[in-house]
């Protein structure tokens, strides 16, 4: 409750220093201090709350999925910032983005704060920009990074378009930042736009969650074509640790876009995914000092989003129903109904 209070109040802060002319008094002499167009701040706020029922146990509840709220802007041609935090991500308190940026020349830049570790297109989305109401195991059991670190990072536009990063964090999360580490994690990631509309990525990333370094090597690939998306995704994990085999996780997606265009609605999407992945393990030893080996498992998801607004806010209604498979002789129970709605501001 504190750190909610602390936080609300710098949004307000921050809110009545944005007014476009404050006054401000030096000695007895008043003058207006004017915030300059380009540095005024820009501010968001995500809301999804969701519905789900799972037909398999007879048992549903609601849930506030996200409540994002933001800050971004520049202080110099060359500086900006983002605060992104969310204030009910698994019914808790949750920094999202916090962080300074430099941009010494055109498409050039170096990252240093918490952010995503950037790894896997899915992963890096932000809640209102998903195709479907929860991301794949993949991004779930494997890529969900999140720590204090920098990534410097390289974008060209001609010929053959592309974007590379590097970065290194800390791997102790936000909490424990103080603290020095004699291992770091590192990460590597290039996106290559090969032709109109088709990207190709390869990422690589060295995490160290224990007492073992895990490697992790991926490549994805997204098309659109006119009003239809298309996009995969695969990653290797390999253990640096004999007795654990390597894990592997897939998701594939079709999302068709149906234009409305009318007053009330904008479009309609219908999307359809596969994901699974093999034996996965996080690294982390339980209470006994053992490593757990999570089961493989399998997933089909059917979606239907209506789109109300699409930019620059956000406003939609998602059904998505998820159908679960482990091996045979395991039982699984986690079929289910999700209604979500979707609301995003930008200014």
């Known amino acids: 409750m504190k750190k909610l209070c602390t936080l609300l109040l710098l949004v307000l802060s921050t809110l009545s220093l944005c007014a476009q002319d404050a006054d401000t008094t030096r000695g ?74 430099f941009k010494p020349v055109k498409g050039l830049s170096l990252l240093i704060g918490y952010d995503k570790m950037p790894f896997s297109s899915e992963n890096l989305l932000s809640p209102y920009q998903y195709y479907f109401s929860d ?15 920098a990534v410097i990072s390289y974008k060209w536009d001609k010929v053959v378009p592309f974007e590379i990063k590097a970065g290194i964090f800390n791997g102790a999360g936000f909490s424990r930042q103080m603290e020095f580490q004699e291992h770091l994690n590192y990460v590597a990631r290039g996106t290559f736009e090969l032709f109109k509309n088709f990207k190709l990525t390869f990422d690589y990333a060295g995490v160290r969650p224990d007492a073992f370094r895990i490697h992790h090597y991926e ?23 004999k007795s654990l085999s390597p894990t592997h996780a897939l998701y594939g997606f079709a999302y068709y876009k149906i234009p409305v265009g009318k007053k009330m609605l904008d479009n309609i999407g219908i999307g359809a995914r596969y994901d699974a992945i093999t034996a996965n393990c996080n690294g982390q030893p339980d209470a006994d000092g053992n490593l757990v080996m999570q089961s493989s498992r399998q997933r089909l998801t059917a979606g239907l989003t209506f789109i109300f607004v699409e930019k620059p806010l956000r406003a939609g209604i998602r059904l998505n129903y998820e159908k679960n498979f482990v091996h045979k002789g395991v039982e699984c129970k986690e079929d289910r109904i999700i209604l979500e709605l979707i609301t995003h501001f930008a200014n």
């Not at 994805?220 to 995704?233: G, Q």
């Open 28 to 101: 007895s002499n008043k003058r207006k201090f004017h915030i300059p167009e380009e540095y005024r701040p820009h501010f968001t706020a995500t809301v999804l709350g969701r519905y789900e029922y799972n037909p398999q146990v007879n048992k549903h509840h609601f849930e506030l999925r996200h409540t994002r709220i933001g800050v971004s802007g520049s202080v110099h041609p060359m500086f900006s910032y983002m605060a992104l935090v969310d204030l009910t991500y698994g019914g808790k308190f949750s920094p999202v983005a916090i962080f300074a940026q």
């Open 219 to 241: 490549a994805e690939l997204a098309y659109d074509i006119a009003n239809l998306h298309l996009e995969a995704e695969y990653i290797y994990k390999q253990y640096m640790e």
């Open 135 to 149: 991301k794949s195991f993949l991004t779930q059991k494997i890529t969900a990074w999140s720590d204090v670190g």
